[in-house]
C-alpha cells in the first residue's frame, strides 16, 4: 500500500489512475474490515481529490475511497467516517463539481453519484424506527435538488448516474414508507428514539414519507427515456433511453430492477438498486 500511496503523491496522472484502481482491488480483495487502512488513505485520496490538476485522477480517486470505505468499514449510520464521506460525495454534487476544483466536469461528477450511492445504499439498505431513518431523509433532501439537475447534464454518465441515485434513494425510502403502511412501523416506536434534542427539521425527516415533486420528477425521467435529442450521438441517446426505463419504472411504478451474474454453473440473481449496487462496487 506504501507504494501505492506513494504513486498517488508523486506519479504523474496516468501512474495515479493505475494507482487507484489497484487501491480499489486491494481493499477488495484483502480489505474487508480493515477499518485502518482505510483511515490511513482516506486523507491522501480526499487531498488528490479536491487539489490535482487532472480529472481523470479525481475520478479515480473518488471510486478507491468510495470502494475503500464500503468495503473496509462495513458501512453503518453511526460511523462517523462513512457518514463525512456521503457528505463529501454530496457537496461535489451539490456544487456541480466546483468543490472538487473540478466544476461541471462529468468524470468528476459521475464518480461522486455513484460512490454517493454506493455508500447510501450500503448505510441504509433497511430503515426502521431508528434515528438512521432521520439521517436517511436527510440525505435525500439534500441531495435531490442537485441530483435533479444533474439529470440536464451534457454528459450521459452524469445523467444515469444522477437517476440512479434518485433511484435508490427512493427505493429504500419508498420501503420504509410500505412498512408505515403496513403498521410494522408506528409513530409512538419512532418517537420513543427521539429526545429533547431534536434538530429544527425534524417534520421533515420524521413520520410518513412522500416526495412533494414526484409527477414532476416522472415527468424528467420519462423525457430522458425517450430522449431522441439531435446534438447528442445515437450512441449516447440508446444508452440514455436504455438505463433511463429501469429508473422510470423504478420511481413510478416502485418496480425494481434485476441483474444477472453468472458465476461458471449457475446464475445468481440481483434485485433491486441496493443490491445491484453493491454488486457493483465488488466485482473487479
Known amino acids: 500500500m506504501d507504494l501505492l500511496k506513494k504513486s498517488i503523491k508523486k506519479g504523474g496522472p496516468r501512474e495515479c489512475v493505475l494507482a487507484a484502481e489497484a487501491i480499489s482491488l486491494v481493499f477488495i480483495t484483502i480489505g474487508e474490515d480493515d477499518e485502518k487502512m482505510f483511515t ?25 475511497l468510495g470502494t475503500a470505505c ?7 449510520p453511526s460511523h462517523l467516517p462513512t ?30 453519484l455513484e460512490s454517493f450511492s454506493v455508500l447510501y445504499a450500503g448505510v441504509f439498505p ?7 431513518t432521520m439521517q436517511a431523509r436527510r440525505l435525500f433532501n439534500q ?9 440536464e447534464h451534457p454528459t450521459v454518465e452524469v445523467r444515469v448516474a444522477a437517476g440512479e ?23 409512538e416506536e419512532e418517537s420513543e ?18 416526495y412533494d415533486d414526484l409527477d414532476g420528477l416522472v415527468a424528467a425521467l420519462g423525457s430522458l427515456s425517450t430522449d431522441s435529442s439531435r446534438h447528442r450521438s445515437k450512441k449516447e441517446r440508446s444508452a440514455g433511453r436504455s438505463a433511463f426505463r429501469d429508473i422510470l419504472k423504478s420511481v413510478e411504478e416502485q418496480e425494481h430492477p434485476t441483474e444477472s451474474l453468472k458465476l461458471r454453473e449457475y446464475d445468481v440473481d440481483f434485485d433491486g438498486w441496493v443490491e445491484i449496487l453493491h454488486i457493483l462496487c465488488t466485482t473487479p
Open 40 to 64: 490511513d488513505l482516506a486523507p491522501l485520496l480526499k487531498y488528490t481529490i479536491t487539489n490535482h490538476e487532472s480529472t481523470e485522477v479525481k475520478a479515480a480517486c473518488i471510486y478507491a
Open 70 to 76: 464500503f468495503i473496509s468499514s462495513t458501512p453503518q
Open 83 to 112: 457518514y463525512e464521506l456521503l457528505n463529501f460525495f454530496a457537496d461535489i454534487a451539490l456544487s456541480s463539481g466546483a468543490s472538487a476544483n473540478a466544476s461541471q466536469n462529468g468524470e468528476t461528477l459521475a464518480a461522486a
Open 126 to 132: 433497511h430503515l426502521g424506527p431508528k434515528p438512521i
Open 143 to 151: 441531495m435531490i435538488p442537485a441530483a435533479k439537475t444533474l439529470l
Open 165 to 187: 441515485t434518485i433511484a435508490v434513494m427512493l427505493e429504500i425510502l419508498n420501503s420504509y414508507q410500505r412498512q408505515r403502511d403496513d403498521g410494522d412501523i408506528s409513530d
Open 193 to 210: 428514539t427521539y429526545n429533547d434534542d431534536d434538530p429544527d427539521d425534524i417534520e421533515e425527516v420524521t413520520g410518513d414519507f412522500r
